[in-house]
């Protein structure tokens, strides 16, 4: 009897344990069959750009007012001033109202409908501002070209930064030959959302939560084999002027409409420049939100062969009034 009953209970444990090894394999092969899910947050946010007329051309249209012009229409805009609140405090223009370039999209908050204008320094950051601005949903935003070095020249910040560094420079070359454009992969970040507006959101937060992103000139001429260098020049002004060496010239096909972002390294420091940098501010802040490490060259070719340029050149003459 007891032996039967021994039995029995071997039979049972060995049937517990073929149960218990049999659904372990059932949950190990199950675990394996499950698919990896990848989120391409690039691609979910792009498509989001592209289906909202937010690409880098959109931004970059109608994005800039002169002195002259705003101080004619002065009443119809909101003027958002990004400065130190002391500078502020010394002189500002009529009815602008002072905050970070952080805190831009709170006090866009603020304009009531109106158009907004940011306002800096020189125009660099405000085109940081503005790239967030467009890509919130204020559609008509645009900077104060030159910043207030052109409302005033109480406050020119501009012609103590203009030179000819470039002139003459073993890195500055006039052989016209240029870096011939090849394609790469596209960025990858993470995000903490699941849509491409959200994802959006969070990625221009970012980009202005790490502020203006810049480079000097005397840094990109000693070493230019340290970045990615996009000059942002049509062909016909790189044959006249010439351009840094080991430079690309990535700047009609520049757009997600393009594809033209895969001319870029995403594994390089990605410097841009133009004439004044504010055009290349814009770029390298969207750049940063698509998830490139770029930069802008701070001052452009002002600073680096001003005497040579024939147009997009800074000149001080500013004499708006100011409060």
Excluded at 34 to 61: E, F, G, Q, R
Excluded at 75 to 94: C, E, K, M, Q
Excluded at 204 to 223: I, K, S
Excluded at 280 to 304: H, P, R
Aim: proline share 2%; with cysteine.
């Amino acid at each position: 009897m007891n032996t039967t009953k021994n039995l029995f209970k071997f039979a049972m444990l060995a049937f517990a344990a073929l149960l218990i090894v049999t659904t372990s394999c059932d949950k190990d092969d199950d675990e394996v069959d499950d698919p990896i899910v990848v989120v391409d947050n690039y691609a979910l946010m792009t498509d989001y750009l592209k289906a909202n007329t937010m690409d880098l051309t959109d931004v970059a249209t109608s994005w800039t007012i002169s002195a002259h012009d705003l101080d004619s229409l002065i009443n119809d805009y909101y003027v958002i001033d990004l400065r130190a609140s002391a500078d502020y405090t010394t002189g500002h223009i009529p009815g602008s109202v002072n905050t970070t370039l952080a805190n831009i999209l709170t006090e866009a908050g603020n304009s009531d409908g109106k158009p907004i204008v940011v306002v800096c320094y020189t125009g660099q950051t405000a085109s940081h501002g503005h790239v967030a601005l467009r890509l919130s949903g204020y559609t008509d935003s645009r900077i104060l070209l030159f910043g207030m070095s052109s409302w005033n020249v109480d406050f020119d910040s501009w012609s103590a930064n203009i030179g000819d560094v470039a002139v003459g420079h073993t890195n500055w070359s006039t052989t016209n030959t240029i870096a011939t454009n090849v394609a790469y992969s596209l960025p990858t970040f993470t995000s903490s959302k699941t849509a491409g507006q959200e994802i959006l959101e969070e990625r221009v937060q970012e980009m202005l939560d790490n502020g203006l992103q810049g480079v000097t000139n005397a840094d990109v001429l000693a070493t230019p084999t340290n970045y990615f260098i996009n000059n942002y020049w049509a062909s016909t002004d790189v044959d006249h002027y010439g351009h840094i060496k080991t430079a690309y010239r990535i700047q009609e096909d520049l757009s997600l409409a393009a594809d033209g972002f895969k001319n870029l390294d995403k594994d390089a420091t990605i410097v841009t420049y133009c004439w004044t940098s504010q055009t290349s501010s814009l770029i390298t802040a969207y750049l940063n939100i698509l998830g490139y490490d770029a930069k802008s060259l701070k001052f452009g070719a002002n600073g680096m062969i001003h005497t040579a340029l024939q147009s997009h050149k800074w000149i001080a003459s500013g004499d708006y009034t100011y409060e």
